[in-house]
């Protein structure tokens, strides 16, 4: 059926990220009711909101570092684990202070997600078709947004936003079973793999994972560089939308908009299948680029500048939106030239960096994305509370877009790095 055993590893990556985003769009679908149980403040909301973020942010560098360290098979077996377990026990939470400690371990247990599956990805695919597998796995993303809203205020309205948490996590832990026994650190070790295809997934890499007396470069040669680090920036703008829609586009519709829960599980879950759109066309687009021009860096930045401007002029005037249908029309539209760039970020760091640093440096350049999952939620909380409208966090979003693509068109440029490889022992050295 899938001709090459590298397509099943992609498959779970997909289905991973299907299972994440199911978890983690649970809370902000399900916040209007969990708010008026519980009895908590626009401001007290958006710190619950930003609290997943501060684990994760954390363990996205730990994830991805303990991935060229151990391999990701283990790393991610476990960061689903954990996750899963801690997404069912948000039911379990009673306070303020019970759902800030359950948010925060959530969070770290979905640290490594990214680098990780970037980390298998580099592993497992040919260079070739890197980005476009980047665009297959992490189109479950998005497609686990739409899934959670229908999911989550469906069982709510029936029966209970708890009954969806305890269903999501058995999916996680189903999951993580299957991977560990089927998918390894590297093609090499897998007894599915034929000698054909192995070449064809190590042509063109450079110092593929294994080789004993390959030059190393330290971590952090390139966590200096000026690509990786406004590569980073440009993401963290991504996240900032891509918080700011997930943590507080609901209760937008809610409070502003005045819809129910049914009718915002239903709103809310156009964008996010439009993104899964986007973020399938993403990687396909760069590659397609790169085949015609022969210009990889610039298939890469293309992407990038058009889909955050474009991204930024929408979620702007989603802000000024004077009906909820115009609001969404106009949100669904900026998620997915948001998602046009969602495979963009992990190819650059593939394409530039060796394959022992691939974890690490898309472990940081993660982390400092993810920070805006502090940040969006708490200051939108914030703006809300202390001008009663939502008008300026959209706008906010929208020009930190453009300050993305402005960093992207004036300093990522392809890296080189010959004068800064040196002999090195195997351990791993940062």
């Not at 200096?224 to 943590?247: D, S």
């Not at 964008?271 to 860096?297: A, E, H």
């Not at 802000?319 to 249908?325: D, F, H, K, S, Y």
């Not at 394959?355 to 472990?363: A, I, K, N, Q």
């Amino acid at each position: 059926m899938f001709g090459r055993y590298w397509k099943v590893v992609v498959l779970m990556l997909f289905l991973a990220q299907v299972i994440n985003y199911l978890d983690r769009s649970a809370f902000s679908v399900a916040a209007p009711i969990i708010t008026k149980q519980l009895h908590f403040s626009p401001a007290e909301l958006g710190i619950l909101l930003s609290s997943f973020s501060v684990g994760y942010a954390v363990f996205n560098f730990v994830g991805g570092y303990l991935s060229d360290m151990y391999g990701p098979r283990r790393v991610y077996g476990g960061a689903m684990t954990l996750w899963s377990i801690f997404c069912g026990l948000t039911t379990l939470g009673f306070n303020f202070a019970s759902m800030f400690i359950i948010r925060l371990i959530f969070g770290i247990g979905e640290g490594p997600l990214a680098t990780t599956t970037n980390k298998t990805l580099t592993n497992w695919v040919p260079k070739a078709k890197h980005a476009g597998a980047v665009g297959i796995a992490n189109a479950g993303s998005p497609l686990g947004g739409a899934i959670a809203g229908p999911i989550v205020g469906l069982i709510a309205v029936y029966s209970s936003w708890k009954v969806s948490f305890l269903a999501i996590t058995i999916i996680g832990l189903l999951w993580a079973v299957v991977w560990l026994r089927i998918v390894k650190d590297h093609p090499r070790q897998h007894s599915k793999v034929s000698p054909e295809e192995l070449q064809e997934i190590e042509q063109g890499k450079a110092w593929p994972s294994g080789v004993s007396n390959a030059i190393k470069i330290p971590l952090s040669h390139y966590l200096k560089q000026p690509t990786v680090l406004f590569t980073a920036v440009a993401f963290f703008t991504f996240n900032y939308i891509l918080f700011f829609f997930l943590t507080w586009f609901p209760s937008y519709l809610s409070i502003e908009k005045h819809l129910s829960i049914k009718n915002i599980s239903i709103a809310t879950s156009i964008p996010w299948i439009v993104g899964t759109v986007g973020v399938l066309l993403s990687g396909w687009i760069s590659d397609y680029i790169y085949k015609k021009t022969k210009n990889l860096m610039f298939s890469r930045k293309v992407v990038l500048v058009v889909g955050l401007l474009g991204a930024a002029v929408c979620v702007g005037l989603a802000g000024l939106a004077q009906t909820p249908v115009s609001a969404v029309v106009l949100m669904t539209i900026g998620i997915f030239f948001m998602y046009i760039t969602g495979a963009i970020y992990w190819s650059i760091i593939s394409d530039n960096v060796a394959t022992e640093r691939v974890g690490g440096v898309g472990g940081f350049i993660h982390a400092i994305a993810n920070v805006s999952g502090i940040i969006a939620p708490t200051v939108t909380g914030v703006i809300v509370q202390s001008t009663g409208s939502f008008v300026s966090a959209f706008l906010v979003a929208g020009i930190l877009a453009i300050v993305g693509a402005v960093c992207v068109m004036l300093f990522v440029r392809p890296m080189r790095d010959t004068s800064a490889r040196r002999q090195e022992p195997n351990h791993m050295s940062v």
